[in-house]
C-alpha cells in the first residue's frame, strides 16, 4: 500500500532535464483532439461560431491522427500520466474507441469530458474499452441546460447516456468508467445551479 501511494508521488516529483530547462512531469495530460461540436453553448467561441477570437482560432483544428497520438505516448509513457481527452467534442472524433484503446494498451489511465449528446450511442463502448473516468457536461436543470447548450435533446441524451453506462456496467460486473458531473458556471445559470443535484436525483 505504500509503495502504490508513494510511486505516483515520484513519478509527479521527477523532472524532465534539457540544458538550463527544468520542469515536473506533468500528472496530467490534456488532450484537444478535433476542432468540432455538436452543440451551439452560448458560452463556448466554438459553439457561437466566434472565429474572429483566439480561443476559437486555436481550437479550430482537424482531427488528430493515429500516428500523432503515438507520437505523444511515447513522449509520455516514462510517466504515465492520466490522459484526458477534452476537446472539442471528443465523440464527434472518427478514432475515439481507438484512441482510447491504444492509450490503455500503453498502461495509462484515461479520462474524457463530453457534452453527452452523442453519449447513448457510445455508452456501452465506454464500458467496453475501460475508460477510467467520465466526465458529462451538465448546466444546469432540462430547459436551463438546453437553453444554454442551443439544442433541446442535450440534457435528455446525456443523462439517457449515464443511465445506459450505469445499467450496462451493472449488467457486466464492471467498474469503469466512474461518471462525474462537469459544470461551466455562468451568468446563463448561476441563478439555478443548486436545483442541478435534484433534477439528476428525480431524473435517475
Known sequence: MILKNIIPWIRGNMSYNKGDLNAPFPQTVYLVINGTCNLHCKMCDVGMREKDTQFYKNMNTGNMTMDTLNNIIQGILPNKPLVAIISTEPLLHPQIIEFIKTIKQHGMKVQLTTNGLLLPEFAKH??????????????????????????????????????????????????????????TISGYNCDSLFEIPLSWYIAS
Open 126 to 183: 465506454l464500458v467496453d474499452v475501460d475508460l477510467d473516468v467520465l466526465y458529462v457536461s451538465i448546466d444546469g436543470v432540462r430547459d436551463v441546460h438546453n437553453e444554454i447548450r442551443g439544442n433541446p435533446d442535450a440534457w435528455d441524451n446525456a443523462v439517457k447516456g449515464m443511465k445506459t453506462i450505469y445499467d450496462y456496467k451493472k449488467s457486466e460486473k464492471k467498474k469503469n468508467p466512474h461518471v462525474r458531473l462537469n459544470c
